[in-house]
């Protein structure tokens, strides 16, 4: 079923915080999935100076795509954040980059990319004056390894209330037939360099959890700490979202236990792989999702509501039509 189709019969992306209006004025026009429809996998989103900057998965735009949005919804193409790559790496394998502010005109990309010496994935950080790039990684070697574990992707930065930085990611354990895990360890106060030591945060121990865990992203809401991830095979309608929860960044973080809250339905496949992130009082998910049927356009960008109960969070989606809006 194409885009165009599914429009018709339906009948009618290291978390942050955006400041705008406190509350929604009914009715409000609505918008429909996906928000981007062309290919942009492993989405990340920043807000910056009155603008939403939406960064993906090596792909035609080059080895770093960067979109921009004044609303979450209409995105415009920008170009390659990354036209150099770093030294230790290799064209054609970068994935999964976000992005945050440190200080007042530094950003940090934290990004994984391919190892020249071990054919490996990896993760390392570069560097940039402008959310837009170009970013630059003058390192080496990457930041994190994990040679013995198969490897290192998925990271994702977070800064907490504190103000102190964390860095997320998982081991490529599936990749070289061993167990996948979520880690995290500190980072410096210029979030250039890790401190202490990595610590295991979340592994693979529900019967839901199925291939890998991957692509984690933190958010505090009001006084608890969410993980949203995803598990299964991104290429399937196997993939979707998970999340656990904790009383501090450190943890101990733990599951419902009842499976994911995004997964498959009759418009979308393989949803996952995304970030939350809050527009005024509300919280929003961006992902990605194949088409319902394995049409060649790719990983395509989402949006959903994403709402806290008494349960935990839910996140309504993925749904084409939408009757609200962002509103910054």
């Known amino acids: 079923m194409s885009r165009r189709t599914v429009l018709a019969a339906s009948g ?85 980059p976000e992005v945050i502010r440190v200080g007042r005109d530094r950003y940090l990309s934290y990004y994984t990319a391919r190892r020249a010496d071990i054919a490996q994935q990896a993760v390392s950080v570069a560097v940039s004056d402008s959310p837009l790039g170009p970013f630059s990684d003058d390192r080496s070697t990457p930041l994190v390894g994990q040679s013995d574990e198969g490897g290192s992707i998925d990271s994702s930065p977070f800064r907490d209330h504190d103000g102190s930085l964390w860095l997320l990611w998982k081991n490529d354990g599936n990749a070289a037939g061993l167990p996948s895990y979520i880690y995290l360890q500190r980072l410096s106060d210029d979030g250039l ?5 990595p610590q295991r945060i979340i592994g693979m121990d529900q019967s839901y959890e199925t291939y890998t865990i991957e692509g984690p992203s933190v958010i505090m809401h009001r006084g608890t700490y969410y993980c949203f991830y995803s598990t299964g095979q991104y290429w399937n309608d196997s993939y979707g979202v998970c999340w656990a929860t904790a009383p501090r960044i450190t943890g101990p973080w733990t599951k419902p236990g009842d499976g994911p809250i995004m997964i498959s ?10 970030m939350p992130i809050k527009v005024g009082p509300h919280w929003w998910y961006v992902y990605h999702a194949w088409e319902p049927d394995g049409e060649p356009e790719g990983r395509l960008i989402w949006l959903s509501r994403l709402t806290f109960g008494g349960d935990g969070p839910v996140i309504d989606g993925p749904h084409v039509d939408n009757p609200f809006r962002p509103i910054v």
Do not use: C, K
């Open 265 to 274: 339905n009759d418009v979308a496949t393989g949803p996952g792989h995304g």
């Open 193 to 197: 360099e890790l401190q202490g030591e």
């Open 12 to 96: 009618g992306a290291a978390a942050l915080t955006v400041i705008g209006r406190t509350a929604y004025a009914a009715p409000r026009r609505g918008y429909q999935n996906p928000v981007e429809s062309t290919s942009h996998a492993d989405p990340a989103v920043l807000h910056a100076d009155g603008a939403f900057y939406l960064y993906s998965t090596n792909g035609s735009m080059g080895t770093m795509p960067v979109l921009t949005s004044p609303d979450l919804v209409s995105w415009t193409e920008v170009g390659n954040g990354m036209p150099v790559i770093a030294d230790w790496s290799v064209s054609g394998r970068h994935w999964a």
